[in-house]
T-cell receptor, first 111, second 112 residues
Framework: DQQVKQNSPSLSVQEGRISILNCDYT??????FLWYKKYPAEGPTFLIS?????DKNEDGRFTVFLNKSAKHLSLHIVPSQPGDSAVYFC??????????FGDGTTLTVKP | DAEITQSPRHKITETGRQVTLACHQT?????MFWYRQDLGHGLRLIHY???????NKGEVSDGYSVSRSNTEDLPLTLESAASSQTSVYFC???????????FGPGTRLTVL
């Protein structure tokens, strides 16, 4: 049973518009959530995170929203830029160091 | 600058051979992880370690082993390579009190 799900394999948006990437989880024990970005032929890099005691965290153009009652989080990118085109992984963890990852969403930002 | 490296970056081997993938980090992180990435499956955890002499199985550990003899290295061994182990392998590390992981550049392994 997959505990972290990213139901949209791909998303395409126009440059300057908002990108919204979604993630659902099933385990209510998760207490920390992260987003990673991955370019082709590179390893994933950490983007932004949020603790389960918060419902929003913002870092520049990136904002993560957490809805614990719905077990749902989303990543908003405003405004989207062509350089944001990448695969985005949602991850969740509790207590110790290991994380559970979703399957990823490929974002394409068109100029 | 601190970093995490993997070697080799590309490897082609034959079914049944033993293969070892290297992972080396200079962050002085306690936690290290091995993942495989396959199309449609995201990142799946193979093995992980929370410190020297500590190793734990992840969700897809069959056919793989690791050992942690020092802080910097966590080599991943495929005991007898199978075609199903053709994949891209990522090593990652994280600090004891940090939540985010730092990933290596990956090793693309092909088993013929």
């Amino acid at each position: 049973d997959q505990q972290v799900k990213q139901n949209s394999p791909s998303l395409s948006v126009q440059e300057g518009r908002i990108s919204i990437l979604n993630c659902d989880y099933t385990n209510s024990m998760f207490d920390y959530f992260l987003w990673y970005k991955k370019y082709p032929a590179e390893g994933p890099t950490f983007l932004i995170s949020i603790s389960s005691i918060k419902d929003k965290n913002e870092d520049g153009r990136f904002t993560v929203f957490l809805n614990k009652s719905a077990k749902h989080l989303s990543l908003h990118i405003v405004p989207s830029q062509p350089g944001d085109s990448a695969v985005y992984f949602c991850a969740a963890k509790f207590n110790a160091g290991k994380s559970t990852f979703g399957d990823g969403t490929t974002l394409t930002v068109k100029p | 600058d601190a970093e995490i490296t993997q070697s080799p970056r590309h490897k082609i081997t034959e079914t049944g051979r033993q293969v070892t993938l290297a992972c080396h980090q200079t962050w002085n992180h306690n936690n290290m992880f091995w993942y495989r990435q396959d199309l449609g499956h995201g990142l799946r955890l193979i093995h992980y370690s929370y410190g020297v002499q500590d190793t734990n199985k992840g969700e897809v550990s069959d056919g793989y082993s690791v050992s942690r003899s020092n802080t910097e290295d966590l080599p991943l061994t495929l005991e007898s390579a199978a075609s199903s182990q053709t994949s891209v392998y990522f090593c990652a590390s994280s600090g004891r009190r940090r939540n985010e992981q730092f990933f290596g550049p990956g090793t693309r392994l092909t088993v013929l």
